[in-house]
């Protein structure tokens, strides 16, 4: 065979190889084409994976076996019976985006004089619920005792790839099961939604953790992904017994959460690192800064850091009826305080909560020192070389000299 021949061969083997991939792309976006009918398939290849329940009505395609082959093969599978009767009548209700402009103050002196991102936020404020793009029915199914909820962007798939493998790893301890899920909404830009939402779909596919809905994922959104999550919760989430949400660039200590609420009973549980009488703030070069005109009274009624905190389940469906009642703000964890002071209860500060940071003082090396963390529930701010670093050391043969008595 002379140089030219291989080639010659090598080229005709590139292109078949090519054109296998364009063939199966096409084959399924074909299976893709309409919406509906891929919410239903995408359902169908998740209960393939759990329990097999559709296979017997016919449902059961090709490309579900290498579906069945990912990871969540391994899971239980817990088909009850109730569960399957509610699940058809309890579904994410909202199927189209009805979403205008709300002109009715467009002309008044003060919303003239308001930022760009607070008109924008103004005009946008009653249009509460949008359609879900990415849905996981089954993930509540069965007993829960932690669900892990993480707030997380399309873009930043590589904290999500970093908290699946270190703290938010779905697993049971002593016979309790955690699950967790990422919070998405759909991105802001076009290349990215071109570029990107196809991975994320893909990402799915593989990990089965991803709610995704419909609307713009933006800072003052965030109270949108807030809303959104409790009514998901309320939804389909009957047997969780508690509630892990936060941001996806903190460190946590899962097994600290166990020895927590293992020495608590209280009812409506809601701890995190919580500020009382915190003042809105008025600078405007400040991220969290708010006009008088969107807020007027001298403080926040107390709340929880977003960055990470705990509730009951219970709690969670309270919230939900109580955050139809009220307006929406546009910083997501100050909402939930509205929330809880419409439901009077008062949430608890604890110190294994570090939401605002370990230490003032970036420099310290307490920022660096596994013991510290070792002895939290949650801090604030570590991005994946260093979450993965710390996970290393906090869950090695670490010996503390002085453990860190906070729990
Ligand atoms: C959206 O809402 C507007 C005003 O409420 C209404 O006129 C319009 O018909 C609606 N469009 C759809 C597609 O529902
Ligand atoms: C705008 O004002 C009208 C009349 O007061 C009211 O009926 C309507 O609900 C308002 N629109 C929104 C989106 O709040
Ligand atoms: C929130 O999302 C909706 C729907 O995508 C969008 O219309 C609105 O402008 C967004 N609001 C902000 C403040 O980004
Ligand atoms: C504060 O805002 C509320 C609702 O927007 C309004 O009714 C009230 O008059 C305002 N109070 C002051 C002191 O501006």
Not at 246 to 261: H, K, R
Not at 318 to 328: Q, R, V, W
Not at 371 to 388: A, N, Q, S, T
């Amino acid at each position: 065979m002379t140089a030219r021949d291989r080639w010659r061969v090598y080229k005709r083997v590139c292109l078949m190889f090519f054109l296998a991939v364009v063939t199966i792309t096409v084959v399924q976006r074909g299976h893709m084409s309409t919406g509906a009918q891929f919410h239903v398939e995408r359902q169908t290849r998740q209960e393939a994976a759990t329990g097999g329940a559709l296979q017997k009505k016919g449902l059961y395609s090709g490309t579900d076996r290498f579906w069945k082959v990912s990871k969540r093969k391994q899971e239980p599978t817990t088909e009850d019976p109730k569960v399957t009767e509610e699940r058809g009548a309890r579904t994410w209700d909202v199927t189209t985006t009805n979403c205008t402009a709300n002109l009715n103050f467009s002309n008044t002196e003060w919303f003239a004089g308001l930022e760009a991102n607070f008109k924008q936020f103004l005009l946008y404020r009653h249009c509460r619920y949008f359609p879900i793009i990415i849905n996981h029915p089954e993930k509540c199914r069965g007993e829960i005792y932690l669900l892990i909820v993480i707030k997380s962007i399309i873009t930043q798939h590589d904290r999500r790839e970093v908290i699946r493998k270190t703290w938010g790893k779905e697993q049971e301890i002593d016979g309790k099961r955690i699950k967790t899920l990422f919070l998405l909404g759909a991105s802001a830009n076009e290349v990215e939604k071109a570029n990107h939402q196809k991975l994320l779909e893909y990402e799915d596919y593989i990990y089965g953790d991803i709610l995704q809905w419909d609307f713009m994922d933006s800072f003052f959104n965030l109270t949108l992904k807030e809303t959104h999550f409790l009514k998901w919760f309320s939804t389909y989430c009957g047997n969780v017994r508690y509630i892990f949400k936060g941001d996806d660039d903190v460190f946590v200590n899962v097994q600290n959460i166990f020895e927590f609420l293992g020495d608590i009973n209280i009812k409506n549980l809601f701890v995190g690192d919580v500020l009382f009488k915190a003042k809105p703030i008025r600078k405007k070069e400040n991220k969290y800064y708010i006009p008088q005109a969107l807020y007027n009274k001298t403080h926040y009624p107390p709340y929880a850091g977003g960055g990470g905190f705990l509730m009951d389940g219970p709690l969670a469906r309270k919230l939900y009826g109580a955050s139809e009642t009220l307006d929406l703000y546009p910083i997501d964890d100050v909402f939930l305080g509205m929330c809880l002071e419409v439901v009077q209860v008062t949430p608890i500060r604890h110190n294994a909560f570090k939401t605002f940071g370990l230490v003032k003082n970036k420099n310290s090396k307490l920022n660096k020192e596994p013991c510290f963390f070792k002895g939290m529930i949650v801090v604030h701010k570590l991005l994946p070389p260093e979450l993965l670093n710390m996970w290393k050391l906090v869950n090695s043969d670490l010996i503390c000299a002085q453990k860190v008595e906070i729990l």
